[in-house]
């Protein structure tokens, strides 16, 4: 199974950037998939997630109406919209696959995470 986050750059205060995440070795619409951020020398930390189905999604609460997560099963891809981004949102982000419903919040709950991209919010 692999993961693979990109999109990630630098981007100013109130700026937005699409994440994607692509997933080869499973069957995509059977996962639901989550999006979790780690900042230097802090926890990796929930973001959202999104069911298997498509039909739920579920948010930190820092990042609600601003983030977006999506997928589209036909191209294994699952996406993170992100709109008014801050300082603090600067982290490495990562993508990963919940065998299942999905919507969890912990990484225990979460089988496969692959590698990040880096998202930069500066000025």
């Known amino acids: 199974v692999q993961l693979q986050a990109f999109g990630g750059g630098l981007v100013q205060p109130g700026g937005s950037l699409r994440l994607s995440c692509t997933a080869s070795?499973?069957?995509?619409?059977?996962?639901?998939m989550g999006w979790f951020r780690q900042a230097p020398g802090t926890r990796r930390e929930f973001v959202g997630a999104i069911s298997m189905t498509g039909g739920s999604t579920y948010y930190e609460e820092s990042v609600v109406g601003r983030f977006t997560v999506s997928r589209d099963d036909a191209k294994s891809t699952v996406y993170l919209q992100m709109n008014s981004l801050k300082p603090e949102d600067t982290a490495v982000y990562y993508c990963?696959?919940?065998?299942?419903?999905?919507?969890?919040?912990?990484?225990?709950?979460?089988?496969?995470w692959g590698q990040g991209t880096e998202v930069t919010v500066s000025s």
């Open positions: 070795g499973l069957t995509f619409s059977t996962y639901g």
């Open positions: 990963e696959a919940q065998r299942g419903y999905g919507l969890g919040s912990q990484m225990e709950q979460y089988g496969y």
